[in-house]
T-cell receptor, first 112, second 111 residues
């Protein structure tokens, strides 16, 4: 097992475009988390899945953001009509229960 | 919600011990984690402690938990230049099923 995998590692997009990121969790982990990290800050929680069910969603997650985990395995995070303020590192993590959440390397989004 | 506070910066000499401190507000956290982040990289899980423990030692790392004061610390013995990174304290909130992160402490190790 290679750990949590995120794709792409870097994404540059023009303002107003849609982007989608993918996260492949550790295979036996049923919990999956998305976080956002801006420069100089700690990660902020965005959303949480247990299997395919999205159980928690932060108020930070505007209507332009949507996340899915259709079969309880990989997850996608889509941002529609990107804005410059969306520029950040998007981190995915997985765990088997509440303990020991392992993070991927992140997807760095730059909106120009 | 949970608030997690850490000092911004710590500088030590190679071979010395480093102590990184963290205070938090949610006393219901069942696990409390320490993560390490190197520039441009994701977060590496270093260690964690259950809320019913006072101390956990893992090789060069010692975690101390004072539940009464809601204070967590990470001690790194014999600090090496490779330990230079940002360290995040992250209590796990059962309510909401999430890790809440502090702003991180940047550790600089001078040779």
């Amino acid at each position: 097992d290679t750990g949590v995998s995120q794709d792409p590692r870097h994404k540059i997009t023009k303002r107003g475009q849609n982007v989608t990121f993918r996260c492949d969790p550790i295979s036996e982990h049923n919990r999956l988390y998305w976080y956002r990290q801006t420069l100089g800050q700690g990660p902020e929680f965005l959303t949480y899945f247990q299997n395919e069910a999205q159980l928690e969603k932060s108020r930070l997650l505007s209507d332009r953001f949507s996340a899915e985990r259709p079969k309880g395995s990989f997850s996608t995070l889509e941002i529609q009509r990107t804005e410059q303020g969306d520029s950040a590192m998007y981190l995915c993590a997985s765990s088997s229960r509440g303990e020991r959440a392992f993070f991927g390397q992140g997807t760095r989004l730059t909106v120009v | 919600g949970e608030d997690v506070e850490q000092s911004l910066f710590l500088s030590v000499r190679e071979g010395d011990s480093s102590v990184i401190n963290c205070t938090y507000t949610d006393s219901s956290s069942t696990y409390l984690y320490w993560y390490k982040q190197e520039p441009g990289a994701g977060l590496q899980l270093l260690t964690y402690i259950f809320s019913n423990m006072d101390m956990k030692q893992d090789q060069r790392l010692t975690v101390l938990l004072n539940k009464k004061d809601k204070h967590l610390s990470l001690r790194i013995a014999d600090t090496q230049t490779g330990d230079s990174a940002i360290y995040f304290c992250a209590p796990f909130r059962d309510a909401g099923n999430m890790l809440t992160f502090g702003g991180g402490t940047r550790l600089m190790v001078k040779p």
